[in-house]
């Protein structure tokens, strides 16, 4: 990057002052940033000086600036040769920026150069009658319209020689011109005619159409299968609620074997079990324990007693 020095001083103005419509412009967009932000507004501030000054930045604006911001006017300066957009030389009335990068160049941007040298002089001079000056800049995004220009706050593109030596004549006379393309392309429309999607599918809505089914039948199967899934984790989270149920259920206390020493109870259940005939009445009878001697005993013992 080249090293951008302010305009000398035999060519500075003695003074800048906003004029009182940008003064109250400015005033606005200082009230936007909070207290101490102030600065914020820099940018803002020297576009709108250079503006007001003919296209370029004096020491005197800054300095105005840096007053009204409460800045160090090496701070505005900083900010004032950092951006190319702000010019610190006089310019034309007819500030014409050409885009010289590749795109441009391959388009035949040399030859739009060519015309620059001999009708306006070399880069940052500007002519007597104060109308035109230029500068090359790097690409101004209208690659698709090259060769192009700016001038002032307008594009014009797809120039030719002839054509660029029009735009220049009628901008000295004072006479209307027409931004854009000057070939009588629209916009940056196909140059000689339109010879791309032109198959009339595309405008009968049948490609859009099958586009729309495909969606359709894949936001079905989507569905479908989140459905599914949902099932299918609602089946498992019901079994596992009903196994949580069951485990906390507590089941009666039965000895798997008996313990040793322990004789199991002679009961018909177990006798049907072990495959065993069931005890006759006349047997149970002969097996119970003889009871009598005992209450004979017993009533010896009251006899005794009394």
């Not at 840096?66 to 951006?83: G, S």
């Not at 159409?209 to 039948?217: D, L, P």
Request: glycine share 6%; hydrophobic share 40%.
């Amino acid at each position: 990057m080249s090293v951008r020095r302010l305009a000398p001083k035999e060519i500075q103005p003695e003074g800048f002052a906003f004029t009182p419509e940008n003064t109250a412009w400015a005033e606005r967009i200082i009230a936007k940033y909070p207290e101490g932000r102030q600065a914020s507004a820099v940018i803002s501030l020297l576009w709108k000086a250079q503006e007001q000054g003919g296209g370029w930045v004096s020491e005197p604006a800054i300095r105005t600036i840096a007053d009204l911001l409460k800045m160090p006017y090496i701070r505005v300066l900083e900010v004032a040769t950092f951006y190319t957009m702000f010019n610190l030389q006089p310019v034309g009335r007819y500030f014409i920026q050409f885009c010289g990068t590749t795109p441009c160049r391959l388009r035949g941007a040399q030859d739009i150069q060519d015309v620059l040298e001999q009708r306006v002089g070399h880069q940052g001079h500007v002519t007597e009658d104060g109308l035109f000056s230029w500068l090359e800049v790097e690409c101004l995004g209208a690659c698709c319209n090259a060769p192009m220009v700016q001038i002032n706050n307008d594009y014009y593109e797809d120039l030719t020689p002839e054509s660029f030596n029009k735009l220049l004549d009628d901008l000295a006379a004072g006479r209307p011109v027409k931004p854009g393309p000057q070939n009588g392309r629209v916009a940056s429309e196909p140059l000689n005619a339109i010879n791309t999607l032109l198959e009339p599918s595309l405008y009968d809505g049948s490609v859009v159409g099958s586009w729309r089914k495909r969606f359709e039948e894949e936001e079905a199967r989507a569905r479908a299968e989140a459905a599914a899934k949902a099932a299918e984790e609602k089946a498992a989270a019901e079994k596992a609620a009903l196994a949580a149920r069951e485990a906390a259920v507590p089941e009666p206390a039965k000895p798997a074997t008996t313990r040793a020493g322990e004789q199991v109870a002679d009961t018909p259940a177990h006798r049907v079990a072990e495959g065993k005939e069931p005890i006759k009445p006349e047997s149970q009878q002969a097996a119970a324990p003889d009871t009598a001697p005992k209450a004979a005993d017993r009533a010896a013992d009251d006899k005794t007693k009394g």
